[in-house]
């Protein structure tokens, strides 16, 4: 008999499953789409019964009657967006929509009294980073002070992974990567719960048992295996964050490994050995025991983009319709056009705050230098390069720990953009390797599957195995000159318009 697993991913806008073989060789794929819900400025969340549980159950139906006959599923691997919080009573019913991670920024007023409290240099020291509103802990607090009622009724505090596994399983769990994201009440040094800075938040005993993403938390359920098609008694990992998952489906599973993960933002993955606390960046878990990675997200990067296609490139999406030309590569062209530094323009990319390294919510985007001599394939260029910049100081910013990387892995759907691949290459000086395929992190949970039932002796097998990569995109020396010029300036225009764009920030609603 055949043994096969099964990922599946619920992400910010879609959710994706795969089934394949221990050797990664994939049988079938599957995928669906949804939104999030904005009810107030600052506010963004999900549906967990409607979104997470139905469409798990959706892509799971559709997969397992694509089993062979006579071959099995044996392992479920799981994985879902960003640490988020929902709060649950006794039988595991959502008591309001999930509110979801760092895009979420209601708990500003709860991390400063935090802070305040307990002081940000002992915060960062006991989570390895800075309470921001990444934090969990800072949320549930949030819950406490503006809906007393459903704190009161929560017999646990959630993430959207934990709640799948529940529904799958019955237990109440939550892997240790994203329960490093419920700062501060998580420690980062024993990677347990900890009360030291919980008095105020929540008693311990509402948070879920913390596993590991590599290992089993429970079996498929009758209940639940009506409800999905996987067969009663299949073991189900303990999940994780589909950022981690994602880096783990194109081999970012060893210290020094880089993940660039080019989506509607950018999310940088990085494995160290010895962790140093940062209130840059988030310290975090990986996926097994005793590893630990810098992880980095920016708010816009592929949504900057986006939003430029559609506010200046109408005609190209009108051409886009008629011949097939996308207006992406059509944008690409032009600004191919336009030469390193694209003719003395500068972009803050900031068109949404900015998360790490800067921590900034008001920040703003902003255009320097613009002339009429700039074609629209110059302002482009700054875009992709601002971009890229802001990725720079992430990425300094971890090798300010002492961390040490070559190369990395892009992987996204920007990374189909060659020419956006080349200057964050130009201007980070490293190398980017590039996956013959990327499936993306459901393809991470089936491998995490395959070593949680033991079919998988090794984490290296994604390497070795399961991941072939096509070509390398490697930094052109000639350009450092300019990029390191214009980074500085970048960093000084951003120091320099912060007043200005802070006060234009309160001036949009």
């Given at each position: 008999?055949?043994d ?23 049988l079938?794929d ?7 819900s ?12 409607s ?9 799971a ?8 006959q ?9 994985s ?10 006794s ?58 009622d ?30 490093s ?24 005993d ?6 590991w ?25 303990y999940?994780t ?27 940088l ?7 140093v ?21 920016m ?40 030469p ?11 068109l ?19 002339s009429?001599?700039?074609?629209r394939g110059?302002?482009?260029?700054a ?7 802001a ?37 980070t ?11 993306g ?8 599957a395959?070593?949680?039932v ?20 490697e930094?052109i ?6 990029y390191?010029?214009?980074?500085g300036?970048f ?6 318009s ?12």
């Amino acid at each position: 008999m055949g043994d096969l697993l099964l990922g599946i991913d619920i992400g910010t806008y879609s959710s994706k499953g795969v089934l394949c073989r221990p050797d990664g060789t994939i049988l079938a794929d599957a995928q669906t789409q949804h939104k999030i819900s904005i009810p107030r400025i600052g506010y963004v969340e999900q549906d967990a019964e409607s979104i997470w549980w139905t469409e798990f159950c959706q892509i799971a139906r559709q997969l397992t009657e694509d089993v062979p006959q006579g071959e099995r599923i044996i392992g479920v691997g799981v994985s879902t967006i960003g640490a988020c919080l929902l709060p649950v009573d006794s039988r595991g019913n959502p008591l309001r929509p999930g509110i979801l991670y760092g895009i979420d920024t209601r708990s500003g007023d709860q991390i400063e009294s935090l802070e305040d409290r307990y002081g940000r240099c002992n915060l960062i020291d006991f989570c390895g980073s800075r309470l921001t509103s990444q934090s969990i802990g800072a949320k549930i607090l949030w819950l406490k002070e503006n809906e007393p009622d459903n704190y009161q009724d929560a017999a646990k505090f959630l993430a959207a992974s934990s709640y799948i596994i529940y529904r799958l399983t019955g237990e109440f769990v939550i892997d240790a990567h994203t329960a490093s994201e419920f700062h501060p009440l998580f420690n980062i040094k024993t990677c347990c719960w900890d009360g030291r800075y919980a008095e105020h938040i929540t008693s311990l005993d509402k948070l879920p048992a913390i596993g590991w993403g590599d290992e089993i938390a429970g079996y498929i359920t009758k209940w639940a295996s009506e409800a999905t098609g996987i067969p009663e008694g299949t073991p189900v990992n303990y999940g994780t964050i589909d950022a981690l998952s994602e880096a783990v489906s194109v081999g970012v599973v060893d210290v020094g490994d880089l993940m660039i993960m080019y989506g509607s933002t950018t999310c940088l993955v990085f494995h160290v050995h010895h962790p140093v606390p940062t209130e840059e960046l988030w310290l975090e878990t990986g996926f097994s025991k005793g590893q630990y990675e810098y992880t980095a997200g920016m708010s816009t990067s592929g949504s900057a983009t986006t939003w430029f296609r559609d506010c200046f490139g109408q005609d190209l999406l009108e051409d886009e319709k008629r011949t097939g030309m996308k207006a992406y590569a059509a944008l690409a062209e032009e600004a191919g056009d336009s030469p390193s530094g694209s003719n003395g323009l500068l972009v803050l990319p900031y068109l949404s705050g900015e998360r790490t390294p800067i921590f900034d919510q008001k920040a703003r985007g902003v255009l320097a230098g613009f002339s009429l001599n700039h074609t629209r394939g110059d302002i482009y260029r700054a875009v992709l390069e601002g971009i890229s910049f802001a990725t720079r100081m992430n990425l300094e910013a971890m090798q300010n720990t002492g961390a040490r990387m070559t190369h990395g892995i892009a992987v996204g759907g920007g990374a189909s953009n060659r020419l956006w691949l080349q200057i964050v290459s130009n201007v980070t000086g490293i190398p980017q390797e590039l996956p013959e395929e990327t499936i993306g992190a459901c393809y991470g949970d089936a491998f995490l599957a395959g070593l949680g039932v033991g079919i998988i002796k090794d984490k290296h097998a994604i390497k070795e195995q399961w991941v072939k990569i096509k070509g390398v995109v490697e930094p052109i020396d000639k350009t450092k000159p300019t990029y390191d010029k214009l980074y500085g300036l970048f960093r000084e225009l951003y120091l320099g318009s912060q007043s200005v764009v802070h006060q234009l920030s309160e001036m949009q609603r």
